[in-house]
T-cell receptor
Framework: SQKIEQNSEALNIQEGKTATLTCNYT??????LQWYRQDPGRGPVFLLL?????KEKRKERLKVTFDTTLKQSLFHITASQPADSATYLC????????????FGSGTRLSIRP | DVKVTQSSRYLVKRTGEKVFLECVQD?????MFWYRQDPGLGLRLIYF???????EKGDIPEGYSVSREKKERFSLILESASTNQTSMYLC?????????????FGNGTRLTVT
């Protein structure tokens, strides 16, 4: 079965530093990966999508990479702020059905002032 | 902006009760999903639907059923609620014409089964 793993359950970093979150997948390489942000008591909100043939994608202070050799995506937040504190989830399409989206368990990011 | 509305934020039910969780989206999306979210386990897909009256099982369909009679509405049914179904339930929708289409989530229903 296809799995997607976010190895760090929690990450605490100092304001202003770059936060780096990791997402690893197993078996076949997905056509794309998605990253979401979830605040307490709310549903996840879509942030970025990166395709298999894209090495890197940026959006403001966010950067996502996709390494098919390592079977890994990295999610970076530069110049982190306390308002970036949230849980971040990565997701991939399923193998048998591309509409079936599978999520990792998330990384809870805390930015301390 | 896409809006996905879940009818209840909090629900408390007794073991054995039949429970209905309702979800409505207002952007004419073909795909709709039900996930449950538990600490340490992340989001797990229960069922999804790609069209009216069409459904596919997700990873954990046991103990659940779904209904999609209208395009905008997707209901999750717990036929006989059990305590291990205490969880946060999240509904989502997406467009079908683009396989990369992001999911739009509601704010969840926290269900407690006592």
């Amino acid at each position: 079965s296809q799995k997607i793993e976010q190895n760090s359950e929690a990450l605490n970093i100092q304001e202003g530093k770059t936060a780096t979150l990791t997402c690893n997948y197993t078996n076949y390489s997905p056509a794309y990966l998605q990253w979401y942000r979830q605040d307490p008591g709310r549903g996840p909100v879509f942030l970025l999508l990166i395709r298999e043939n894209e090495k890197e994608k940026r959006k403001e202070r966010l950067k996502v990479t996709f390494d098919t050799t390592l079977k890994q995506s990295l999610f970076h937040i530069t110049a982190s702020q306390p308002a970036d504190s949230a849980t971040y989830l990565c997701a991939r399409p399923g193998y048998s059905s591309a509409s079936k989206i599978i999520f990792g368990s998330g990384t809870r990011l805390s930015i301390r002032p | 902006d896409v809006k996905v509305t879940q009818s209840s934020r909090y629900l408390v039910k007794r073991t054995g009760e039949k429970v209905f969780l309702e979800c409505v989206q207002d952007m004419d999306h073909e795909n709709m999903f039900w996930y449950r979210q538990d600490p340490g386990l992340g989001l797990r897909l229960i069922y999804f639907s790609y069209d009216v009256k069409m459904k596919e099982k997700g990873d954990i369909p046991e103990g659940y059923s779904v209904s999609r009679e209208k395009k905008e509405r997707f209901s999750l049914i717990l036929e006989s609620a059990s305590t291990n179904q205490t969880s946060m339930y999240l509904c989502a929708s997406s467009k079908r014409d683009r396989t990369e289409s992001p999911l739009h989530f509601g704010n969840g229903t926290r269900l407690t089964v006592t």
